[in-house]
């Protein structure tokens, strides 16, 4: 029997233009470009290499100090946007998947970058539904190292082998196929080559896993 580890942002829930929202209001006060296209680059990758990411632009140098108050000022921001999001805000497919994947007895996991994934879980009413929760306070290296997956598959106490990944990174792909876990790539990790399937669905993943 397979175990489903599903990504959150982007997966489960859209936070996107949430991230986008805070990062920008952290650029501009620091007079750094930043548009949409970048904010694309930081799908599924960590916070301090987000950072790392939109200080490219910059042409100040910044000090470790300096780096971990530009985060802060970020998620502080960030945090006060997620009180906002609801039930509602979950993508389509995604509670009439979770409830066919429980009815057939699928174990699933979370496996997020995301130090908020808690909160997040809990403002979308989700923080009771998996089985096991991995995310980025646990790790030391975030996607596309397959720490967070390999985290996941352990708490759910089933191998790598046996875990379907659902990820709409290509840093989450790469996470996946490097910790030898067959990837399901939807939205933009389509484009990633290693994906071992492609959707536009969440109800294809329910195919793909023959579920009744
Ligand atoms: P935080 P995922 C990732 O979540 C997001 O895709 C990425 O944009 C974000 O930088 C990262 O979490 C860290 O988030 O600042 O809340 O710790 O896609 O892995 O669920
Ligand atoms: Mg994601």
Same mark, same amino acid.
């Given at each position: 029997?397979?175990?489903?580890?599903?990504?959150?942002?982007?997966?489960?829930?859209?936070?996107?233009?949430?991230?986008?929202?805070?990062?920008?209001?952290?650029?501009?006060?620091?007079?750094?470009?930043?548009?949409?296209?970048?904010?694309? $680059?930081?799908?599924?990758?960590?916070?301090?290499?987000?950072?790392?990411?939109?200080?490219?632009?910059?042409?100040?140098?910044?000090?470790?100090?300096?780096?971990?108050?530009?985060?802060?000022?970020?998620?502080?921001?960030?945090?006060?946007?997620?009180?906002? $999001?609801?039930?509602?805000?979950?993508?389509?497919?995604?509670?009439?998947?979770?409830?066919?994947?429980?009815?057939?007895?699928?174990?699933?996991?979370?496996?997020?970058?995301?130090?908020?994934?808690?909160?997040?879980?809990?403002?979308?009413? $989700?923080?009771? =539904?998996?089985?096991?929760?991995?995310?980025?306070?646990?790790?030391?290296?975030?996607?596309?190292?397959?720490?967070?997956?390999?985290?996941?598959?352990?708490?759910?106490?089933?191998?790598?082998?046996?875990? =379907?990944?659902?990820?709409?990174?290509?840093?989450?792909?790469?996470?996946?196929?490097?910790?030898?876990?067959?990837?399901?790539?939807?939205?933009?990790?389509?484009?990633?080559? $290693?994906?071992?399937?492609?959707?536009?669905?969440?109800?294809?993943?329910?195919?793909?896993?023959?579920?009744?």
């Amino acid at each position: 029997m397979k175990s489903v580890i599903f990504d959150l942002d982007g997966v489960i829930v859209s936070t996107d233009d949430l991230h986008f929202q805070a990062w920008k209001s952290m650029a501009d006060r620091n007079g750094i470009p930043f548009d949409r296209q970048i904010n694309n $680059l930081l799908r599924g990758v960590s916070r301090a290499e987000s950072l790392e990411i939109i200080l490219r632009k910059s042409e100040k140098s910044y000090s470790e100090q300096q780096k971990q108050e530009l985060m802060q000022y970020k998620n502080d921001i960030y945090v006060k946007l997620l009180d906002n $999001l609801k039930h509602s805000d979950i993508l389509p497919g995604v509670v009439e998947l979770i409830n066919r994947l429980k009815k057939a007895g699928v174990k699933i996991a979370i496996g997020s970058s995301s130090k908020n994934t808690r909160k997040i879980l809990q403002k979308i009413g $989700l923080e009771t =539904v998996f089985d096991a929760i991995a995310d980025g306070t646990e790790i030391q290296h975030s996607k596309p190292d397959p720490e967070v997956f390999l985290v996941a598959a352990r708490k759910l106490e089933t191998k790598p082998e046996n875990c =379907v990944v659902v990820e709409d990174a290509v840093a989450g792909i790469e996470a996946a196929k490097a910790g030898n876990m067959t990837a399901i790539a939807i939205g933009d990790a389509a484009s990633s080559s $290693l994906a071992d399937y492609r959707v536009n669905t969440m109800m294809q993943i329910a195919e793909i896993l023959n579920l009744e």
